[in-house]
């Protein structure tokens, strides 16, 4: 059975930095990705890498403060973010595609439950 379990999400002040991370089980995937849904909004993409060649693609909105990271031995991507903003404030879920994915949710097979970040000003 596949599963994808985050952790790390809490409240942090702006400017800060917080460091999710998503163990992957019952299999290996193609591409790991992150993506947030802040309160009225579509689910967004953040960042993603292709497990193979560790190669990344991030949203122009994070781009140079976001970092995405996998650990081969323990299955586990990484999400790090610094000089965090209120507008990051979100539920960040880890997403995992059997296939090569893209920044497009529907490119991805398996979803965790979802953490918390919020950033106050």
């Known amino acids: 059975q596949v599963q994808l379990v985050e952790s790390g999400g809490g409240l942090v002040q702006a400017g800060g930095s917080l460091r999710l991370s998503c163990a992957a089980s019952?299999?290996?995937?193609?591409?790991m990705g992150w993506f947030r849904q802040a309160p009225g909004k579509e689910r967004e993409f953040v960042a993603a890498i292709w497990w193979s060649v560790g190669s990344t693609v991030y949203a122009d909105s994070v781009k140079g403060r976001f970092t995405v990271s996998r650990d081969n031995a323990r299955n586990t991507v990484y999400l790090q973010m610094n000089s965090l903003k209120p507008e990051d404030t979100a539920v960040y879920y880890c997403a995992a595609a059997r296939g090569v994915a893209t920044a497009s949710k529907n490119s991805y097979d398996y979803w965790g439950q979802g953490t918390q970040v919020t950033v106050s000003s």
């Open positions: 019952g299999r290996t995937f193609s591409t």
